[in-house]
Every structure is written in structure tokens, then in C-alpha cells.
């Protein structure tokens, strides 16, 4: 629907959304984040146990006097509050495995409930479109232009939660060429042949999950079954192995493989913030503003950066490639 907002936006802005619109629009809100808390329900589930790990460590250190596992555990939780995620570099053996499996973890459960989280967001848009037909209905022109504005947040908010499954890195690459050799969905000695199915998800670009239902096969109903992909990317043969129901990013068979490989795409793109830009300039060399640093793939999520004003900073993608953190500061996302 197209609305004739005639008076000018400047003139709208001087105007306040009145008392019974805003009350509504709280409402709506209210709703809207009552569905994001709802939504979030198994990221938090995830911190709180992460957390309460942490802090358990912490008492037990407390109870027996230990100052190097105190200190440990109290910087883990510190470190959390700072920045939301572990940076992964503890000294405590345990609190290290913690970090490890949260770090892991963290991704994947975040692109599972993002579903829900755009649901979310296109109720509240259109519980924001109804509120501006209504007003635009009614003559409200300057009401409406305040609502649409809202409107236009949510819609920015979507298109950045909605954005394709795949790489994301700031300058054109050809595509990878990746075929599905052989997939195996198996429980002992049965089996199934599901090569066809992964090749047909994963060329449309979706994620799946190791259990009958995305499989459309079970081979031996209530038993454990484990999924095997052997495929080829680029000329190499490689092999993916999941338990039953664990989750299967497409972008996993065209994303980075290795750290050569994470090398080779990161070089020539270049990541912004809200206040600086990457540029990896080579596949050792990084700048920022006027400071460069070399920089050290480790792993296909994770690299390490040493500035040349002394510091060292570790930063960590998500689990799509689509932004990068610095563990402690920002996040950024790729230049296009």
C-alpha cells in the first residue's frame, strides 16, 4: 500500500506521537519483545549454564584458598559481562573446555533460533503497518510519518537477519565448486543412501539437520544414526560426520575449509564498525586506520592479530562467515 505522506518530514519530527498512538505502540513493542525474549530463550539457557559453570568453579576456588583459579574464574565472568562471549584464552584447564564447547555452541544455537527472531520482527512490522493504515485512514498524516519511520527500523533490522546463507566477504569471488560424492544416513548395519538429498540442500543453500525428517529416510527407527558426507570442494575430497539431529550449515561445504583456505578468501576484503574498517591487504598482512599488523588464521573461525602498537587481539567469526568480532571490542561486517 502506498501512503501520500504530504507535509514534509522535517515538520513531522517536530511533532510528537500522541498519548493514545504512543500507548499503542508500546503495546505493540511489549509484544514484540516478548517474542525476541521468547526467541532467545535457548542463547540464554546457554549463558546461564555457561555461567553458572564458571561460577561454580569460582566457590570451589574460594572454599579452598586457591588465588590462581580464583582469579581465573572471576576473569572468565568478567570477560563475559564485558563482552557477551568467552575470549577463549583461559590459563584454568576446565574453564578453558567451558570456553571451547560455549564458543562452539554459541553459533549454532544463535542461526537456530534466528527463525523466530524474524518472526518476531515481521509481527511487530505489521502490527506498525496496521497502526500507520489506520492513522493515514484518519488524516494523521504527521502520525503516520512517525510510525513509518519506525517501520523502517524494523525493516532494517530484517533485511540484516534475513540476509542470504552464505559468504560474505567484502569483494567478488567466484564461486566454489563443491560436489556431493557419497552421504550415508547409518544405524549399525543399516543404512541409508541420502547423496542425493544433500546435494539437493546444500545447492539450494539450506541448512538441515541428521535426523529422519530432513533425511526423509530413517533406516532404523529408534536407534541412534550417524550421517556421513564425503564431497569435493575445489578439486579436494573431504568428509563432514554428524550425530542424529545435530545441524548441517550449507555454507559449511563452500565456506573455508582450513586456514590456507580462510587466508586466501579474507585477502583483498576489507570489515567495517561502527568506527574503523579491516583491510587484509595480503595473507599475513592487516590495517587498520594507519595501523598495520600481521595477522594468523587459527582454525576456520578464529585468527590473531599483532598490531604494530604491541597488542594482540583475537577476533572470531560467526558461523556463516557474515561478521567478525573482535573477542572484547567490536563487531564488523563486510564492505560490499
Known amino acids: 500500500m502506498t501512503f501520500l ?21 508500546d503495546y505493540v513493542r511489549s509484544l514484540a519483545e516478548d517474542l525476541r525474549t521468547k526467541a532467545k530463550a535457548p542463547l540464554t539457557e546457554l549463558e546461564d549454564k555457561y555461567r553458572g559453570a564458571v561460577e561454580k568453579i569460582r566457590d570451589e576456588a ?25 575470549d577463549g584464552e583461559s590459563a584454568h584447564a576446565g574453564i578453558a573446555r567451558l570456553e571451547k564447547i560455549y564458543l562452539e555452541q554459541r553459533p549454532k544455537v544463535a542461526e ?29 498524516i504527521e502520525q503516520a510519518i ?21 559468504l560474505a566477504a567484502g569483494r567478488s569471488r567466484p564461486p566454489s565448486k563443491v560436489t556431493i560424492l557419497k552421504a550415508t544416513f547409518a544405524s549399525g548395519d543399516q543404512s541409508a543412501d541420502v547423496t542425493r538429498k544433500i546435494a539437493e540442500l546444500v545447492a539450494n543453500g539450506r541448512d538441515f539437520s541428521a535426523s529422519p525428517k530432513d533425511m526423509g529416510v530413517d533406516p532404523k527407527p529408534y536407534h541412534r544414526k ?5 564431497y569435493e570442494k575445489d578439486g579436494i575430497k573431504r568428509e563432514q560426520h554428524r550425530g542424529e539431529n545435530e545441524t548441517v550449515l550449507a555454507v559449511s561445504f563452500t565456506g573455508p575449509q582450513d586456514g590456507k583456505e580462510l ?42 592479530v599483532e598490531w604494530s602498537a604491541g597488542n594482540k587481539k583475537r577476533y572470531q567469526f560467526n558461523w556463516h562467515w557474515t561478521e567478525l568480532r573482535e573477542h572484547g571490542g567490536e563487531k564488523f561486517v563486510p564492505v560490499n
Not at 125 to 130: A, E, F, K, N, V
Not at 146 to 166: C, H, I, P, T, Y
Open 5 to 25: 505522506l504530504s507535509p514534509c518530514l522535517a515538520q513531522a519530527e517536530a511533532k510528537k506521537l500522541t498519548p493514545a498512538v504512543e500507548m499503542e505502540l
Open 62 to 86: 574460594k572454599a579452598a584458598n586457591n588465588a590462581a583459579n580464583l582469579l581465573e574464574a572471576e576473569a572468565a565472568l568478567e570477560e563475559l559481562a564485558k563482552s557477551g562471549t568467552p
Open 112 to 140: 537456530q533460533i534466528r527463525p523466530a527472531l524474524v518472526k518476531a520482527e515481521q509481527s511487530f512490522g505489521q502490527d506498525l503497518q496496521r497502526m500507520v493504515e489506520e492513522q493515514t485512514k484518519k488524516g494523521e
Open 146 to 166: 512517525l510510525l513509518k519511520k519506525e517501520m523502517d527500523g524494523v525493516a532494517g533490522r530484517l533485511k540484516s537477519m534475513q540476509q542470504a546463507f552464505g
Open 226 to 230: 550417524h550421517l556421513k558426507i564425503s
Open 263 to 304: 587466508a586466501a578468501w579474507l585477502t583483498g576484503s576489507t570489515w567495517k564498525s561502527e568506527t574503523r574498517e579491516l583491510f587484509f591487504k595480503s595473507a599475513s598482512d592487516v590495517k587498520v586506520k594507519d595501523v598495520t599488523g600481521k595477522w594468523q588464521p587459527d582454525g576456520i573461525y578464529f585468527f590473531n
